[in-house]
C-alpha cells in the first residue's frame, strides 16, 4: 500500500479509506482491467465466433497485463480471507452475467443452469493452463472451446451420484483453519 501510495502521490489513509486492505484493493484492480480488456460485444453474424474472440480476450488480457499474477494471488488469499473470498466470487459471478449471453446467443435452447455448466467448461480449461500448467492456448485450442463445449451438454452422462450423498462442502476439513481445501 505504500508503494501504489508513492506512486499515487497520496497517503496511504487515504487508499485504506476507499480499500480497506490491500485484496480489496487487488480485486478492485482485477475488475478495473477485466471491463477495460474483455467486453463481449457481438462482432460478427457467427456466435461461435463471437465467444472464440471473448475467450481469446480473456486470455490476453490473462498475458499481457498484471490481471493473470493477481488473479492467482488472489486465489491463494481468498483460501485465508473469508472477507476476500466473497469479494472475489462477486467478481467471477459479474464477469460470467457478462459472458452468458455469448452462450446463450450460441444454443438459445439452455436455461440458466446449464449455461452455467458450460461457462465452467470454457473457463475452467482455460484457467487451468494460464494459472496451474502454463499449457499452450493457441487459436485453435480457443476456437476448440468455443465450438465444442456449448454442444458438449447435450453428451448423456453415464451415471449420476447416489441419492442423499453429501455435497463436498458439507465435509469440513479439519487441518485448514476455516474448513476449505
Known amino acids: 500500500m505504500e508503494e501504489i501510495a508513492r506512486r499515487a502521490g497520496v497517503g496511504k489513509d487515504t487508499l485504506y479509506r476507499r480499500w480497506s486492505s490491500k485484496e480489496l484493493l487487488a480485486v478492485d484492480l482485477v475488475a478495473t482491467l477485466a471491463r477495460d480488456a474483455v467486453r463481449p460485444a457481438p462482432l460478427e453474424l457467427d456466435p461461435s465466433f463471437n465467444l472464440f474472440v471473448y475467450l481469446k480476450d ?13 488473479v492467482a494471488g488472489l486465489v491463494g488469499a481468498s483460501a485465508r480471507n473469508d472477507g476476500l473470498a466473497r469479494s472475489f466470487q462477486d467478481f467471477w ?28 467448461r470454457l473457463f ?42 453429501d455435497p463436498i462442502d458439507a465435509i469440513p476439513r479439519k487441518d485448514h483453519p476455516n474448513g476449505r481445501c
Do not use: K, M
Open 93 to 120: 459471478q459479474h464477469r460470467r452475467r457478462l459472458a452468458a449471453p455469448l452462450v446463450r446467443d450460441v444454443r438459445h435452447d439452455l436455461d440458466d443452469g446449464r449455461i452455467e455448466v458450460v461457462l465452467d
Open 58 to 70: 480473456v486470455v490476453r488480457l490473462c498475458r499481457a497485463t498484471d490481471f493473470g499474477p493477481l
Open 124 to 165: 475452467g480449461p482455460i484457467y487451468y493452463r494460464l494459472l496451474l500448467t502454463g499449457g499452450d492456448i493457441d487459436d485453435q485450442y480457443l476456437w476448440d472451446l468455443a465450438t465444442a463445449v456449448p454442444w458438449s451438454i447435450d453428451q448423456p452422462t453415464f451415471s449420476n451420484p447416489p441419492s442423499g450423498a
